[in-house]
């Protein structure tokens, strides 16, 4: 069984540039959601996907947007990045919806914006 | 009132001691408190977890203590090991408008156990 991967491992980026962070949900998942880590913190939940659909974003800007594929693999997409968009990119799959179906992290995504 | 408060920012502990940390919440939507530990270079992993309806939950040397008229919760980390020292996060879920099973985290503990 493989665990959750993301890629790149690591990103460096110009302010106003645009990214795509990809992430591969573990076998049989169908549920992924994306955290933003900022150095120091916790993770902070964006938005999450279940069977290929948004099922609820927290307080971050349209300017992140994200899309799930047939697989249950996952895209995040930042538009005109920011300085305060520097932060570990972190995609957690599960089984479901349920608080008991156990979120799997991957080790993240590692975005520098100078 | 999403937020969940947690303490200390960083803990240093003798090898064999206990550790403690804690946390606090104000939604009393939330009916699910996971604790994650994170490792450097690691996405955060599950250590933990316990619903409201139980004060205390024991998984080896970890306990999770529970205090729902007090929305406090707290991870002890007994018989404390080198091998414990990293950074660990509470965090809340709920059934909230959307979202699932998202997690809302602490800003996370800094673990050493010293030898």
């Known amino acids: 069984e493989t665990g959750v991967t993301q890629s790149p491992t690591h990103l460096i980026k110009t302010r106003g540039q645009q990214v795509t962070l990809r992430c591969s949900s573990q076998?049989?998942?169908?549920?992924v959601s994306w955290y933003q880590q900022a150095l120091g913190q916790g993770p902070q939940f964006i938005f999450q996907?279940?069977?290929?659909?948004?099922?609820g974003r927290g307080n971050f800007p349209p300017r992140f947007s994200g899309l799930q594929f047939p697989n249950y693999s996952s895209e995040l997409n930042v538009n005109a990045l920011e300085l305060d968009d520097s932060a570990l990119y972190l995609c957690?799959?599960?089984?479901?919806?349920?608080?008991?179906?156990?979120?799997?992290f991957g080790p993240g995504t590692r975005l520098t914006v100078l | 009132q999403q937020q969940v408060k947690q303490s200390p920012q960083s803990l240093i502990v003798q090898k064999g001691g206990i550790s403690i940390i804690n946390c606090a919440y104000e939604?009393?939507?939330?009916?699910?408190f996971p604790w994650y530990q994170q490792f450097p270079g690691k996405g955060p992993a599950l250590l933990i977890a316990?619903?409201?309806?139980?004060s205390e939950k024991k998984e080896g040397r970890f306990t999770i203590s529970f205090n729902k008229s007090a929305k406090q919760f707290s991870l002890h980390i007994m018989d404390s090991q080198p091998g414990d020292s990293a950074t660990y996060f509470c965090?809340?879920?709920?059934?909230?408008?959307?979202?699932?099973?998202?997690?809302?985290f602490g800003t996370g503990t800094q673990l050493k156990v010293e030898l």
């Open positions: 957690a799959s599960s089984a479901g919806l349920a608080d008991y179906n156990e979120q799997f």
């Open positions: 076998s049989g998942h169908n549920t």
């Open positions: 996907y279940y069977r290929e659909e948004e099922n």
């Open positions: 939604n009393t939507a939330f009916d699910y």
């Open positions: 316990i619903r409201p309806d139980v």
């Open positions: 965090a809340a879920s709920g059934d909230f408008r959307g979202g699932g099973n998202k997690l809302t």
